[in-house]
């Protein structure tokens, strides 16, 4: 059984960082692309970052580069996704998905597998 758990959200104040965690069990790691989307109440989930096998290439939104970094280790089957100097409209639930081919990373519909969930608030 797959699985995604997503870890270190919580309540920061702007201009803070945290660091998110999503730890995968189940599946080969090292063959899967992972990306980490954001989703606020009423809209659609938003791709944040994405970074594919063995890290060498990563992929941002262009609003959130330069503040969030996404890394992977694949010893620990885990991807983390650092976030820089937040700003209150960061607030959202973050969720990490795996992807055996994601020729676009950006498009939820290529990831295969999702995590519940991390909500991440950010205080003004």
């Known amino acids: 059984q797959v699985q995604l758990v997503e870890s270190g959200g919580g309540l920061v104040q702007a201009g803070g960082s945290l660091r998110l965690s999503c730890a995968a069990s189940g599946l080969t790691f090292n063959r899967y692309r992972v990306g980490w989307f954001r989703q606020v109440p009423g809209k659609e989930r938003e791709f944040v970052a994405a970074?594919?096998?063995?890290?060498?290439?990563?992929y941002y939104a262009d609003s959130l580069k330069g503040r969030f970094t996404i890394s992977r280790d694949n010893s620990k089957n885990t991807v983390y996704l650092q976030m820089n100097s937040l700003k209150p409209e960061d607030t959202a639930v973050y969720y990490c998905?795996?992807?055996?081919?994601?020729?676009?990373?950006?498009?939820?519909?290529?990831?295969?597998?999702w995590g519940q969930g991390t909500q991440v608030t950010v205080s003004s």
């Open positions: 970074i594919y096998w063995s890290g060498e290439s990563t």
């Open positions: 998905a795996a992807a055996l081919r994601a020729p676009i990373p950006t498009v939820t519909s290529w990831y295969d597998y």
